[in-house]
């Protein structure tokens, strides 16, 4: 058993022990009768992670008509070596999460010090406590094989674990709010028979109280807008029963902006659940598309960026045309046609595929090879060369490595033994990459380069000027640029300076 | 040799002598000396489709400032048995297209029988007297094979042919500007060389007087603003030297709604050439896309054109997310990602494929098999089953049969036996299909059905009762919605009155 969690910036917590725990839910109970006496409702976040966090301040930060709070909520983390230090940061009014959101510190320290109203806690007695409980469990798609997500599935294990400690705990007139991007089927096939089992073990009737299961996912952007996007934007949702909608559409209605972004009811569980998986695959399979044409434009002379401004003019009808780039990155459009793809079969028993979504992460996982092979266009040979690689996160001003093309593109060029240094203005650890040193100093990460790769388009990138960059190197290095960063001017100063320039899509340079 | 062209009202036209051709070439010479004196321009369409008869109209009502006439405009049809009767029927100041945009028979009055600027001939000899020549020849791509559009082609031969009468007559500084949608390359690689080689035939020197050579495509959608899409839209050019680029962009300004809708103008015709086939295909893909997810949602008990609107509510990222259906038909989806396919190897001699644009053709074009799958849940033998199709053109409320896919659907139907009847409000003929008798008494239509197929969303349709349908057909007949027509409740009363009932993506019905 671990003894201790570190936190990112390195400080050890220990984790609590049962004398601890015993003591917490005493003070747990004590908060609750507090709350409950002012009037208040009381819910928990299960799991605060880059959405519970936040989603559990947005709860806490509702007010009703006269300005005061409507909720408690209580932020549920389990006591795991790798993120129970989140507690108590958290319990301090910092963010256990980076953002550039300026919201982001401020909503904490309101809640957590000013309110009041949000603590975090890692023990599982709060869930007797609740009349709500928001899900928001991470839940990854796992591809076993590299460019073929179509054997990709879905561990639901820990997810089962973290409902069934619900069932054993909650009231049965408590609404389970699921949160979580899950594979379609999860909350009618998983969540309410794993609560309609404890339920029974409970001696709970569930025919006079069945479960009240609800779904309603997140649109979350990483970035300036992060809490906003997760507050004031357009939420669907669904539940499983009568009740369960009714409570759903209050509680989304008290914690939402609601009234510029009304809420879409459906259906059915199975439907949210779709829709979310599919609005990302949506977008998937428009990126997939994009690289194609970005091949062929580069073969005959072609700016695709240019081409996709005069298909955007026919906003309506064409302006979603994405753009081809090193790659698609984050936690969503790389994994949720894979839980979709991966449901049909295992929750539902159907046959066939989802083959138009599969293929497209297929294409998007392996695109940062074809920035390979734009390299290899000018040095055949990676052995030894020296590669430098701007920006590692998956978006433009962010720090957000998650499943970030960048890893792809160095894994790869290092298995042919190239030699690549990355860098990266809003990064400070790369956890995902083994031995992924990301330098801060631009300038020490040109020394030497033979290659630069404008792999994301940060504006720190955008600034640097053709004559600073061919200096540091040293050399004249090759410049690709992987997300249409450069203006066809700067193209031309660096190729007036000796520099061989690629592009993706960018067949005019 | 034939001598006559019949119109599709039946009218039979006789195709000219040599000896009206030689009076209509003094004509030609007369008219456009006095429409010179007039101050005005020369123009010719070549080729009065579906595109080339309006252009030409477009053309023709442009007006200066002070309101007069920029243009005359001389209409160029071939002398074929096939469509030598639009030359005649034009100049009487009938279009020679039917539509549901009013616009279009009074701008061909205005321009034929008023302003007297607009004249069709058969005559090649025009092509001697004009500054511009907007060519507007069809050009399809052929499917050898159903749903294998990977072994699609283009065969240029009449492109070409039409391209070299242009070479062999026109006057070195006249532009040609390529309207018609064709393969990336084409103007580059196809018209340039035609016209260089014509050129030099007739001892020009090609170095002094390069071939004026542009492109831009239209946006064209039948229907009731049919003119409208032509003139007031987006419009996307280039050319292959500074001078065609100069003398694209003064006829462009002087035609179409410029000052609503600017230009955009792109570095190269292999650019502007592959914007129109990639927005296409954008749509093709969007479209292919829908299918799986629909086939999924019917399995699931989700309706999924709710979640599709469930997902648009992102407006300006997720609004173009397009819907299942019948099919896709039309004149552009249907092949102008083949085109650009096609172009790849056969125009630039380049390995590779547009995979994703390709299989989502095979997607679309097999798309109508799976609303017979859903009869077959309810008869799994068509043989001798009484199927009456609601709908044969490939849009609602419009008479256009072009690639219907309601063809795929009757043939396969067919195929097996069953025994279908058509209807549609719009189509008076369906020339695409061999014993296509389409009936326009819905009544008769509905005698006997057994499945009833809303192939089409016509309005009419919107407005038939399940009673009526069901006392017109004298059975319980299966009820298949291809289109998101029928309401819930509708549907609810189908099920009521003892039919059964399907829908393309409908899973909860």
Redesign the interface.
Known sequence: MPKASIAPDGKEYLLPTPEENEKERQILDQITAEQRAMGRKIVAVQGLGFVGCVMATVVADAVDASGKPIYYVHGHQRASARSYWKVPVINTGVPPVSSSDPEVPEIFKRCVLEKKNFRATSEDYVYTLVDVVVVDIQLDATKPAFGEAEKGYCDLTAFREGIRTLGKHIRPDCLVLVETTVP??TCDKVVRPILEEEFIKRGIDIIANPPLVAHSYE?VMPGAKYVASIRDF?R?FSGVNQKSIELCREFLSNVLNVKEFPL?Q???T???E??KV??N???A??I??TL??A???E?????LF??R???R??Q??????LRPSLGVGGYCLTKDPVL?NWA?GAL?G?E??????I??VN?NDTMPLHTIELIKQVYPELRNLKVTVLGVSYLENLGDTRHSPSKTLVEFLRKDFAIVKTHDPYVEAWPELEESYVESDIDKALEGAEVVVFAVGHDQYRHLTPDHLVTKSGNKPLIVDCSNLLSDETLATYKALGCAVKGVGKG?V
Chains 1, 2 share one sequence.
């Open positions: 379609p089927g649109r357009w669907v879409t459906l259906d059915h199975n439907a949210s779709l829709s599919m609005e695959s949506y977008r399979t428009n997939a598309l194609e044409w091949k062929f434009a073969q005959i002379g072609v700016d240019k081409v401004d005069a298909i003019k026919r309506g009808t064409h302006d979603n045309l979709a049909m539902f159907l066939g595929s989802l083959d138009v979504a293929r497209s294409i005019h």
